[in-house]
């Protein structure tokens, strides 16, 4: 399969008053052409930011490029003008974000705000923009488009704002979609919708999807490959079923933990990983996990855990990977139940 | 809509009574009375006016045929100034005061937004610095002050402009800027800090992952959200430029309303503050109003409230 994204060794800081936020460390993944890419962590593990900064969206100051390259098309996204990401943004590289409350603006019509990049980067007319935004706004799903390109955000409910946000975002037949947690901000019933659209649309129109969230359900639903994040670093890498199935690194083995199992008794607690993330103003200089690692071992409080190659697919930056750590199996709580994870969805 | 504005007057009708109430009230505890002066009249003669003027009357009679002329816009004949009605009064001096409080407006609103705009895009950088000093210096100094300081620079120093009166557009420049400082830097103050939230919103960032530049994204996507608050502003800030002009007024030798009405209340010129505290008010109520209906324009939310309300 052909690359179409590679993000090498990104390294992203933040100044604020106190410190120096590092929020991205060192991270590396790479997305192929029509695939759909989960990255999965919690609250600021550094997957928007990651996002974000393909992009080129971080507003700098206070954001510092530190290092690393994010190579698409050949050419390296960190080392483009302004005017340059401009010509990329919206055309070939497009995203969607979390709250489709607010991501829309509030006194500009849906079909405006459709049409925009349609007259930016594909030279359209405002008349052909119109009839191009009531054909993407059929293709996800709305209802009346033509009564409903003329209205404004508000008159939208949750859901179909959210379907109007990725009609915006495919309205160039970008061939990247980024979507920082599309489903987060919407009720479940919605968020399998939402889901459903982006998988057909995908198929519809081979859009390699990077998709950010802290939904292992949605992941399963519909990534392919998925990296895990943790403390500005990406810990583990693999297809879907490698990391619900075989997962190596003890912070997915507490993720896949903390999911509520449809089999599991009612009085019974919800498993949750304890402690709290790191401060990224001063991050450990070994693994990010250690300090809630239940397996942690001396050496990984001092020294970061290079990468194990687990299959072609599958790399885990994990000490107990070591071939004179002890063995460790995977714990019973992080145990998919038995049939595939694709199906049970 | 319809049945929206209709609501409207309605309220506007109530607002009006009540201030009318209000000021007859606070007009007959003040102490004195339009014929009190330094020389004593007799008393035979200020019976006499007492009576020609209704004065004499039971109180709540007086104020039953306040209202029912008030309702008719006419508010009688001036005790002070021999034969002129009231209405005379206005419309004579109305126009001093509509063209200064209008250029005023305009000033403010122009320079306190362009202000603004620029201290938010280029927030925490030597233009926001600057742009917020003039801001401070603007609200703080007060516009007696601001007026004579222009007088002493561009009429005295310069010879550049006229010092005082009203006789053509050049003798309205300065009285107008004096009276536009205040405004111009709350609206600033205003917009800047509005620009700022509108800046970091979501929807910006949407409208920038579209790949639309700088400048696209702040005039179209950012101005019109972050101007809602100046909007609201507005009516305020008509009556703060109404009320405030009659100091400006004062200095520059202006006979408009606001001088009248300052002018009134201290002959206890009552049928005078009457007249123009009502007129004020229609004023400052149907220019809310006004305010309310841009708003309206400006933001599509509010559209449909106000049509749900109509119901």
Same mark, same amino acid.
């Given at each position: 399969?052909k690359?179409?994204l590679?993000?090498n ?10 410190a ?6 060192g991270?590396?993944?790479h997305l192929?052409e029509?695939e759909?890419?989960?990255?999965v962590?919690e609250s600021?593990s550094?997957k928007?930011v990651?996002?974000?900064s393909i992009?080129?969206l971080?507003p700098?100051?206070p ?8 190579i698409?098309?050949?050419?390296d996204?960190?080392q483009?003008s302004?005017?340059q ?16 409350m607010?991501?829309l603006n509030p006194?500009m019509t849906?079909?405006k705000q ?5 007259i930016k980067?594909?030279?359209? &007319?405002?008349?052909a923009?119109?009839?191009?935004g009531?054909e993407? =706004?059929?293709l996800?799903?709305?209802p009346n !488009? #033509?009564?409903?390109?003329n209205?404004?955000?508000h008159?939208?409910?949750?859901g179909?704002?959210?379907r ?7 309205a160039?037949?970008?061939k990247i979609l980024i979507a920082?947690?599309p489903?987060?901000a919407l ?16 198929q519809k129109?081979g ?8 939904d292992?359900?949605v ?12 403390g500005?670093k990406?810990v583990?890498?693999?297809?879907v079923?490698e990391?619900f199935?075989n ?5 997915t083995w507490?993720?896949?933990g &903390?999911?509520p199992?449809?089999?599991q008794?009612k009085?019974?607690e =919800? ?6 993330? !790191? #401060?990224?103003?001063n991050p450990p200089?070994g ?8 397996y942690a071992?001396k050496?990984?409080?001092?020294h970061?855990?290079?990468y194990?190659?687990?299959s072609?697919t599958?790399?885990?930056a994990c000490w107990l ?6 063995k460790?199996?995977?714990p019973?709580t ?12 | 809509?319809?049945?929206?504005l209709l609501?409207k007057?309605g309220?506007i ?8 109430t ?6 007959k505890?003040?102490p004195?009375?339009?014929f009190t002066?330094e020389?004593k ?12 003027y209704g004065l004499?009357?039971?109180?709540h009679?007086?104020?039953i045929d306040?209202?029912i002329k ?13 034969g ?6 206005i419309?004579?001096?109305l126009?001093y ?5 209008a ?9 306190g937004?362009?202000?603004?705009v620029?201290a938010?895009i280029?927030?925490n950088?030597f233009?926001?610095?600057t742009?917020m ?5 603007g609200?703080s100094v007060p516009?007696?002050?601001m007026?004579?300081?222009?007088q002493?620079?561009?009429?005295i ?5 006229p ?7 050049a003798?309205?420049?300065l009285?107008?800027?004096a009276?536009?400082t205040?405004?111009?830097?709350f609206?600033?103050?205003?917009m800047?800090?509005?620009m700022?939230?509108v800046m970091s919103?979501?929807y910006i960032?949407t ?10 994204v ?5 101005l019109?959200n972050?101007?809602l ?6 009516g305020p ?8 002009s009659?100091v400006?007024?004062?200095?520059f030798?202006?006979p408009?309303l606001?001088?009248e ?12 503050i009457?007249?123009t505290?009502v007129?004020?008010s229609v004023?400052?109520l149907?220019s809310?109003?006004?305010?309310d209906?841009?708003?309206g324009?400006i933001?599509p ?5 106000s049509?749900?309300a109509?119901?």
């Amino acid at each position: 399969m052909k690359k179409i994204l590679e993000v090498n060794d990104l390294s992203i800081s933040f100044d604020t008053y106190n410190a120096e936020v590092k929020a991205v460390r060192g991270v590396t993944f790479h997305l192929n052409e029509k695939e759909t890419l989960a990255i999965v962590g919690e609250s600021g593990s550094g997957k928007s930011v990651t996002a974000q900064s393909i992009m080129q969206l971080i507003p700098m100051p206070p954001g510092k490029f530190v290092g690393g390259s994010i190579i698409f098309n050949g050419e390296d996204l960190t080392q483009k003008s302004e005017k340059q990401m401009e010509n990329i943004r919206g055309k070939e590289i497009s995203m969607i974000f979390q709250d489709p409350m607010t991501s829309l603006n509030p006194t500009m019509t849906i079909g405006k705000q459709i049409a925009e990049s349609l007259i930016k980067h594909q030279n359209m &007319s405002k008349k052909a923009a119109h009839q191009r935004g009531v054909e993407l =706004l059929k293709l996800v799903g709305i209802p009346n !488009p #033509d009564v409903r390109i003329n209205q404004y955000p508000h008159q939208y409910s949750g859901g179909m704002r959210q379907r109007a946000m990725i009609a915006i975002a495919l309205a160039c037949n970008p061939k990247i979609l980024i979507a920082d947690e599309p489903t987060t901000a919407l009720d479940v019933t919605i968020q399998a919708q939402i889901l459903d659209l982006m998988r057909d649309l995908q198929q519809k129109t081979g859009t390699a999807i990077i998709m950010i969230t802290h939904d292992l359900g949605v992941v399963a639903n519909i990534a392919h490959r998925v990296a895990v994040m943790y403390g500005g670093k990406v810990v583990e890498t693999g297809t879907v079923d490698e990391i619900f199935y075989n997962p190596r690194h003890p912070y997915t083995w507490g993720l896949l933990g &903390s999911m509520p199992k449809l089999d599991q008794n009612k009085d019974e607690e =919800l498993q949750a990983i304890p402690g709290s993330p !790191p #401060d990224l103003a001063n991050p450990p200089k070994g693994c990010p996990f250690v300090a809630r690692c239940p397996y942690a071992m001396k050496v990984c409080k001092d020294h970061m855990p290079e990468y194990t190659k687990l299959s072609d697919t599958q790399k885990t930056a994990c000490w107990l990977l070591d071939e004179r750590a002890p063995k460790v199996d995977i714990p019973e709580t992080a145990v998919v139940g038995g049939t595939k994870v694709h199906d049970s969805f | 809509m319809a049945r929206y504005l209709l609501k409207k007057l309605g309220s506007i009708v109530v607002s009006l009574f009540i201030i009318i109430t209000i000021t007859f009230i606070l007009m007959k505890i003040a102490p004195g009375g339009p014929f009190t002066s330094e020389r004593k009249t007799s008393p035979a003669i200020e019976k006499q006016m007492m009576e020609a003027y209704g004065l004499n009357d039971p109180i709540h009679k007086q104020y039953i045929d306040y209202l029912i002329k008030a309702a008719k816009f006419d508010f009688g004949p001036s005790f002070k100034y021999d034969g002129q009605e009231v209405t005379d009064i206005i419309k004579r001096s109305l126009p001093y005061s509509l063209i200064l409080g209008a250029e005023a407006i305009l000033i403010a609103l122009a320079f306190g937004v362009l202000l603004g705009v620029i201290a938010a895009i280029r927030h925490n950088k030597f233009a926001d610095y600057t742009a917020m000093v003039i801001a401070v210096l603007g609200i703080s100094v007060p516009s007696f002050i601001m007026a004579t300081i222009l007088q002493y620079i561009f009429a005295i120093k310069l010879q550049a402009l006229p010092i005082a009166r009203f006789e053509s557009f050049a003798h309205t420049i300065l009285p107008a800027i004096a009276l536009a400082t205040t405004p111009l830097a709350f609206i600033a103050r205003l917009m800047r800090s509005s620009m700022l939230e509108v800046m970091s919103a979501d929807y910006i960032k949407t409208a920038k992952s579209k790949g639309l530049s700088e400048r696209v994204v702040t005039y179209r996507h950012a101005l019109r959200n972050a101007m809602l608050p100046v909007v609201s502003y507005l009516g305020p800030l008509v009556v703060s430029v109404l009320t405030g002009s009659f100091v400006i007024e004062k200095i520059f030798g202006i006979p408009g309303l606001g001088n009248e009405f300052v002018v009134s209340v201290t002959n206890r010129d009552y049928t005078v503050i009457m007249g123009t505290t009502v007129f004020f008010s229609v004023l400052l109520l149907v220019s809310i109003l006004v305010v309310d209906l841009i708003y309206g324009l400006i933001d599509p939310r509010i559209k449909v409230t106000s049509k749900e309300a109509g119901k």
